[in-house]
């Protein structure tokens, strides 16, 4: 009979649980089998993991009963929410409060909820600096995760809460690359001023979640951030252009004139943008690239990410 501990991974075709999955399936003398979790189990992405040696089984989140069953027999959970699927921060924090009600019925004895600040400690609603969003937000995406952690707590889930950072593939996925501009240069454009922003490459997330569950119990009930650097906008530009063989200049606009760019998601990424900026010792300490290395030996730098992933860039 196999001693191996199984850890349910929420999101497994994703970017976060995929690198999660993968983590687990490349230590096979790690001692722990995973379960991918997903709508579909059919899709490319779930077959290729099943390939991999990966047992899939399909569960709706939205379906608490199907999800319970789906964490039954398992050791640890790994969960994420898909915000940008819905843009909805009422349907994030029941997604989660879902999660957490299984979690608990299924016995889960250690789970990792991959989350983000509530930005509302540090910015009230009451403060104009930054527009309140959707009524109750000035971050939505990240504060029905900050809320969220608490339903963890409530329903006594041993809990490690995982704090990422800024992806890197977003330069690929998000529309965030290089584009030229009317006097034909390239530059990225962020409202950071000249504040480091922690980045991170999506698969080391995973990465990370792996090296957090390799360490047993220790880190339940602790707030864990990771990031691979801290580079400025400046840094990212320079960085991208070595890689790319082009000029990439950074454009520093306000977070102002970033809300107003009119792209769905915008005001919310432009208050985020914001927060990083004038939070940002507050944001990056949480955040350490040493510990997140000593997690994921494998951690990767913005240039080891760019050595890799550069030629993915699409250039306007």
């Known amino acids: ?12 075709t994703g970017a976060q649980g995929g690198g999660l999955v993968r983590a687990i399936l490349a230590d096979p003398e790690g001692g722990f089998a995973v379960r991918a979790i997903t709508r579909d ?31 039954t027999g398992c050791h640890g959970a790994f969960f994420v929410t898909f915000f940008w699927a819905h843009f909805s921060p009422d349907k994030e924090k029941q997604n989660v409060a879902t999660f957490a009600r299984a ?7 250690h789970a990792i909820w991959s989350t983000l600040e509530d930005t ?20 939505p995406h990240f504060d029905a ?34 584009k030229k501009g009317p ?4 530059a990225i454009t962020l409202p950071m001023a000249d504040a480091p922003m922690p980045g991170i490459a999506s698969e080391d997330i995973g990465r990370c979640a792996y090296g957090i569950f390799k360490k047993g119990g220790e880190t339940i ?4 951030g990771i990031a691979g650097e801290h580079p400025t906008g400046k840094e990212m530009a320079a960085a991208m ?15 102002a004139a970033y809300r107003s760019f009119g792209f769905p998601g915008a005001e919310d990424l432009g208050n985020m943008f914001q927060f990083y900026q004038e939070f940002a010792a507050d944001f990056g300490a949480k955040r350490s690239v040493a510990a997140s290395k000593a997690l994921n030996p494998a951690l990767q730098s913005l240039d080891q990410w760019l050595a890799v992933n550069a030629k993915r860039i699409p250039l306007e």
């Not at 979690?103 to 004895?109: L, M, Q, S």
């Open 1 to 12: 009979m196999s001693t191996r501990k199984t850890i349910a991974v929420i999101g497994a």
């Open 41 to 71: 189990t059919a899709s490319d992405k779930a077959r290729e993991l099943a390939a991999l040696g990966a047992e899939v089984v399909a569960a709706d989140i939205d379906d608490e009963a199907a999800l319970t069953r789906a964490l």
């Open 103 to 109: 979690a608990k019925a299924a016995g889960i004895r």
């Open 120 to 139: 509302r400690k540090w910015v009230p609603l009451t403060d104009n600096r930054m527009p309140t969003l959707m009524e109750h937000y000035k971050v």
């Open 145 to 178: 995760k900050g809320e969220s952690n608490a339903r963890f707590t409530e329903a006594s889930v041993p809990t490690t809460f995982l704090y990422t950072s800024f992806y890197w593939d977003n330069f690929i996925y998000f529309g965030m690359g290089p």
């Open 183 to 186: 006097d034909g240069r390239y």
């Open 221 to 224: 009930g602790q707030e864990i």
């Open 241 to 255: 252009g070595r890689a790319l063989g082009i000029d990439v200049h950074y454009n520093a606009v306000t977070p």
